[in-house]
């Protein structure tokens, strides 16, 4: 494995896609990653599951890739998240969000193809052989149908060194602890399933790629600090005090409910792209909820 950028760590939040009318809000999306930057999140992701990567053109997303590497301006790492069910149009967007300046690659595994391990271990090495930057697996099998095992990452880290790390978006843990067994603790696993937060810190995650750091970035990335002080009792505490708006975020398809609530604080749009529709009443309603609880958290203004 080749050596990892020991910035790859902590909440790199999967930005969320604005709209306006239809068009991305440009504007609106480079000061989201300003946002971020300033009350404290160790990077950011652009175009995951979180921006509606599949509702974008391929111009738009390394538009995105663009904009986020010039706002940062090398301040906290870039991640693009380049990958979909078409190899040679992965590898093309991964090309130009190195061609943008992004720090490191999210590729997630083919949704709809449901290819075998086999399949898996060469499209991931493929990918991984035409870039220089480190790349991190996606493993999504609730959006995919399909995820890798321990097994299957291991072969490919051997074939393709700079594949540094993964973001698992399930509750099996266990594969946490075997990857870290199988690669070692420089292996950089990010949860992807917001509920698990600390528990996934706990055994050995580098870090969060936490929707929920759209509205609460501080405290997203204060959670992962905690755990790294081995301040148990207050990240528990933390973990606690997040988790109904953790379990909001999928009262509905992700991103819906964190639009909505982001809307409901004055603090973006929920504008969606079609095949997304707005939430219900019935879920709205549940959703702010939700977003109660963490009142006192919000920013003084929109609360």
């Known amino acids: 494995m080749s050596a990892v950028p020991e910035t790859l760590r902590g909440s790199l939040v999967p930005l969320l896609t604005p709209f306006d009318g239809g068009a991305i809000d440009t504007a609106a999306f480079e000061a989201a990653v300003e946002r971020q930057i300033a009350e404290g999140s160790h990077g950011v992701v652009v175009t995951g599951t979180s921006g509606e990567p599949t509702s974008l053109t391929l111009d738009e997303r390394a538009d995105l890739y663009a904009r986020a590497v010039r706002v940062a301006a090398g301040r906290v790492p870039v991640v693009a998240a380049t990958g979909t069910p078409n190899q040679a149009e992965t590898i093309a967007l991964t090309r130009r969000a190195q061609d943008a300046g992004a720090d490191a690659l999210l590729v997630v595994c083919p949704a709809f193809v ?126 606690r005090k997040l988790f109904r708006l953790n379990e909001a975020v999928f009262y509905d398809t992700n991103p819906g409910p964190l639009k909505a ?41 929109v609360r």
């Open 261 to 301: 609530m982001l809307a409901a604080t004055g603090l973006g749009s929920d504008e969606l792209r079609p095949p997304l529709a707005p939430l219900s009443k019935v879920t709205r309603a549940r959703v702010r909820e939700a977003l109660a609880t963490v009142e006192d958290l919000l920013p003084q203004g």
């Open 114 to 239: 449901r290819p075998s391990q086999e399949g898996l271990v060469r499209h991931f090495v493929a990918v991984a052989r035409s870039t220089e930057l480190p790349l991190l697996i996606y493993n999504i099998p609730g959006r995919a149908a399909v995820g890798v095992t321990g097994e299957t990452v291991a072969r490919i880290v051997e074939a393709a060194p700079n594949v540094v790390g993964l973001k698992h978006a399930s509750n099996d843990l266990d594969l946490v602890t075997d990857l870290l067994l199988r690669l070692g603790d420089d292996f950089r696993l990010f949860c992807g399933l917001e509920s698990y937060s600390y528990p996934f810190l706990t055994v050995g995650g580098a870090g969060l790629m936490s929707a929920v750091g759209n509205l609460l970035p501080a405290q997203v990335a204060r959670l992962c600090e905690l755990v790294w002080e081995r301040d148990h009792e207050a990240a528990l505490a933390l973990h």
